[in-house]
């Protein structure tokens, strides 16, 4: 089983700055993508970045140049770094993970963002 751990939600105003965590473990055997995805109440959840193994990344283009994704593998992880946030990226967020070998998706809990003055 992979367990998933997301951090560094929080309360911000428009216009300022998170950045999210999200930590891997357990029994990861292959290469694997990673990705953050949203929901707002009432709202399906919906992608909002994602990395491959081989750290090519895509963007939802809501949130183009003002989200960077990144990982380290060395420790499982992923991040992704939030700036010029607005009302509308309120929503819990979600980090994803996806063995390559044996495809699946596991979730972790999630982390309240909230962006209001």
């Given at each position: 089983?992979?367990?998933v751990v997301e951090s560094?939600?929080?309360l911000v105003q428009p216009g300022g700055s998170l950045r999210l965590s999200c930590a891997a473990s357990g029994?990861?055997?292959s290469r694997y993508d990673m990705g953050w995805y949203?929901?707002?109440p009432g709202k399906q959840r919906k992608l909002v970045?994602?990395?491959?193994?081989?750290?090519i990344t895509n963007y939802a283009?809501?949130?183009?140049c003002r989200f960077t994704i990144s990982r380290d593998n060395a420790k499982n992880t992923v991040y992704m770094k939030m700036n010029?946030?607005?009302?509308?990226?309120?929503?819990?967020?979600?980090?994803?993970?996806?063995?390559?070998v044996t495809p699946?998706?596991?979730w972790g809990q999630g982390t309240q963002v909230t962006v209001s003055s």
């Open positions: 089983q992979v367990q560094g939600g929080g029994s990861i055997f949203r929901q707002a970045a994602a990395i491959t193994s081989v750290c283009d809501s949130v183009k010029s946030l607005k009302p509308e990226d309120t929503a819990v967020y979600y980090c994803n993970v996806r063995p390559l699946r998706n596991y």
